[in-house]
């Protein structure tokens, strides 16, 4: 368990001395970096003394200065850095507004920063706000949102290890604060933070969090507990004192050079297996244990042999973790055998370097960068932090539903979730790129229908503003509002999740056939006006997407039911705008998804990279179609035809030429907005003329570009046609000339 605050020297003026207590720290860790780290330490006491201490100590008035000191001990406990130390050191002050980032950054460098705005972000959790703290304390999956939300804010791992320290202070503290608060702490550090000890294999920080938050949290059971442990502590000695001596000498004999001590069980540990198996305290065997430490493998199976020589053993008591470990990596074996006086007892038996994980985890296979004097260490570095990525998951075993856990173990990356408050304070799972729109569907379909605007972290944005992890999220709803058509334009991103987007379906089909029949022809006309494509073959457009007639085309695109992607997607095919792949293509074209099935690609509708496609299961191999191939809606609801989802490898892209016209207003820095959209969609830009009527203050810019597919054409039209000052973005005809139009000297 992390040792009890120590008592530092002190100097006159109530400050700690800095060589002492940085002494104490390097019995633990080597620490590089002195300089910075007295610095810090310097600047926390100087903050201290400016500070006015009523409003800057804990209701248990330790001061924040003494509380980075308290934090750093801990970090040098579980080996960290001298970067992590620092950042202990500098957080509270942060925290409290007294000690900005910019300084930190400009003083100790970016990834100190880096390291403290981290833990700023995770404390969302436990802000005084109590509105977001009412999760705590709440079902399953609110209290897994929680969790998989902070490991998504989690960059590097040392930011978790510190806000455990952190927290490990906030607890310790809590004893001389008010009851609400205790509470309120305790049930936070249960909830979230010892979980996150567990998962991080950190014995010694998660006993404590879990006994001193059991404490607050069970008052009397605790007592209860922790009296009968003390009434029998100096018979447990005793008893512990005489089957070690018994160990050592059995185990020299053996020439097994092991270390063997008592072991404390934690009250918490003892108060869940009671109720978890039903049992009074005197059918607990792990009151009284002993662990064993040896140096190999091998040498923890030889001790156990020689402990069951020794002594009976317990039916259904022995569990090997070596062999299969448990979930966050901890290794031992564990026995339960009737000892002398016939007094059971547990023996926990494990190398050194298990032992050291069980108590350290992540942090006992961590070197940092710098501390390694070795090149190819520091050159892993990036791999570690993605192994350690790895790591921070949690199981069944905390509480989650099994179909979270499934997702978890599942190939969604965590980078693919982002997770974000209500006004309550409920945190909300959604998919990376949802907006404010997708989060008023989350809550609820009518709230979603009748949206009207949107606060995010408590200021305005528009129904498409892309969230982030974190962000407090607030919908206005308007009686009478409707949904707007616009919202299911892909190019527009208002809708990205597949709830939203069908929800907005389902309002549009129930509205009148008549009135999708008329926007969907408009739609289609306008679009393909902004788009150049003339001369549309509706009959082969009609027959190529499985509609029966025009008016079911419209129909369908009106209501949503045909994204207008899969139109134009279809248009740019029978438009013959298709050209070779930007570099070398394989024989056959990669695709994924198909597992170690043959793979061959129809001959009726000779799919090519960047079409929509599906697999067709046949006879031991995936036939490649396009998705909207006649055959495949001929055939896909028929028995015993089987598809797959297929898609092409990243790495294969085929491009073709357009040419763009922008008439807009004149104005400075225009064409370099128009150029950063371009490049932030990553579409190559050839060449760009300009010209200007600086009589009537109009520019007018043509642009020559190489695009992937029409809908990422129109989603830059949409983007360009919404900036400042611009009249008309739209596609034109090769080779049609725009009078007077001058090569630019901006590119």
Partial sequence: MVQVRRNYLEKADGSIDFKDWLQHLEMHVLLSQHEQIEKAFNLSWELEKEAHKAEHVWSSAISSYRTGLEMADILAQLHLDSEAIIAAILYRPVRESRLSLSIINKEFGEDIARLVEGVLRMAAINE?????????????????????????????????????????????????????????????????????????????????????????????????????????????????????????????????????????????????KMQSKKLDFAQIFDIRAVRILVPEIRDCYATLGIVHSLWRVIPNEFDDYIATPKENGYQSLHTAVIGPDKKVFEIQIRTFAMDEDAELGVCAHWR??????????????????????????????????????????????????????????????????????????????????????????????????????????????????????????????????PRARAKLVQWFKDQSKEDNISYGESLLRSEFAVLGISDINYRSLIRKLGCKNLKSLFASVGAGAIQFDEVINAAQELSGLKTAPTGPLENPPPVYGTGSLKVCFADCCTPLPGDLITGRVHERQVIIHQATCPEVLGVQRSAGVHFIEVHWSDGVKITFPVELLVTAWDRAGLLRDITTILANDRVAVIEVNTRSDKTAGISSIRLQLEVESFPLLLKVIEKINHLKNVIEAKRIESGHAVDGVNKSSEL
Avoid at 151 to 173: G, N, Q, S, W, Y
Avoid at 229 to 253: H, K, P, Y
Avoid at 467 to 494: M, N, Q
């Fill in 368 to 497: 940092y960068k710098d501390d390694s004097t070795d090149p190819s260490q520091k050159d892993s570095y990036d791999e570690k932090i993605a192994w350690l990525r790895q790591v921070l998951a949690w199981h069944d075993e905390m509480g989650m539903a099994g179909g979270l856990a499934e997702q978890l173990r599942s190939d969604t990356s965590m980078h693919d979730r982002i997770y974000v408050f209500t006004p309550e304070g409920h945190v909300v799972d959604l998919v990376h790129g949802a907006t404010p729109l997708d989060f008023a569907y989350y809550v609820h379909t009518e709230v979603g229908h009748s949206c009207s605007g949107a606060k995010v972290n408590s200021k305005y944005v528009p129904l498409n503003y892309q969230l982030h992890t974190g962000d407090r999220v607030e919908i206005f709803s308007r009686t009478g509002s409707s949904p707007s058509r616009s919202w299911l334009k892909h190019s527009l991103g208002y809708a990205n999740t």
């Fill in 128 to 272: 005084t706000d109590t509105s977001r703290t009412r999760v705590l304390g709440q079902n399953h999956a609110q209290l897994e949102n929680v969790r998989k939300m902070l490991l998504a804010m989690v960059d590097d791992v040392r930011v978790a290890l510190i806000k455990l320290a952190e927290r490990t202070c906030a607890i310790r503290a809590a004893k001389q604060a008010t009851a609400e608060k205790r509470q309120r702490v305790a049930r936070e550090v249960f909830d979230i933070y010892a979980p996150l000890a567990h998962r991080l294999g950190i014995g010694q920080i998660k006993w404590e969090l879990e006994d001193l938050s059991f404490r607050y949290l069970q008052e009397e059971n605790y007592k209860r507990i922790a009296s009968l442990i003390d009434e029998r502590r100096l018979d447990r000695e005793r008893f512990i004192q005489q089957v070690s001596i018994e160990l050592r000498e059995q185990l020299g004999q053996a020439n097994i050079d092991a270390e063997v001590s008592g072991r404390a069980k934690s009250i918490y540990s003892i108060w869940r």
